[in-house]
């Protein structure tokens, strides 16, 4: 499972191959839980509608991954998106959240976009992301839920 804001609003159901996984802001990285579906989305649903929208300013490249082959956008790693992140992990930790790769988390978070084999978002642009979905890394990865962060937006600013 992965925790991302995505960059335009997603559609629960819906499942795409990984090079076409839509623009995303991860807040958790890929991770496990030991609890049932319905208190996972529950726990993540109360707590997006207590998080307000995050601003995504691009302000670099990289690749992440063990080859380094995974395109991302760094983003500015504002209060708001530490918060999100740190958040989530703290409702998460009461159903035995698991980390895949626990350095990636906490105080080794590194704010990015993820692109894809199609766009990728480039420095300087700045997103308003309003929505985080919950995603099945199945194969294919496929959206469980999608819940609105307080306030308005989900626009490219």
């Known amino acids: 499972m992965v925790i991302v804001a995505p960059l335009e609003p997603l559609t629960v159901g819906e499942s795409f191959v990984a090079s076409k996984f839509p623009l995303h802001a991860t807040l958790v990285p890929p991770f496990q839980v030991e609890c049932d579906w319905p208190e996972l989305n529950a726990v993540v649903a109360g707590l997006s509608h207590r998080t307000d929208r995050l601003l995504a300013d691009v302000i670099g490249q990289e690749g992440f991954g063990p080859d380094g082959s995974i ?35 906490g105080s080794g978070f590194r704010p990015h976009i993820t692109g894809n084999d199609e766009r990728h978002v480039l420095l300087g642009e700045h997103f308003i992301l309003s929505e985080i979905a919950l995603i099945e890394m199945l194969d294919p990865p496929t959206v469980r839920a999608t819940h609105q962060m307080s306030g308005e937006g989900g626009t490219k600013k």
Do not use: C, F
């Open 71 to 105: 395109k991302v956008a760094l983003i500015r790693a504002t209060d708001s998106i530490m918060n999100a992140h740190l958040q989530l992990i703290k409702v998460l930790m009461p159903l035995g959240w698991a980390a895949q790769e626990g350095r990636y988390n």
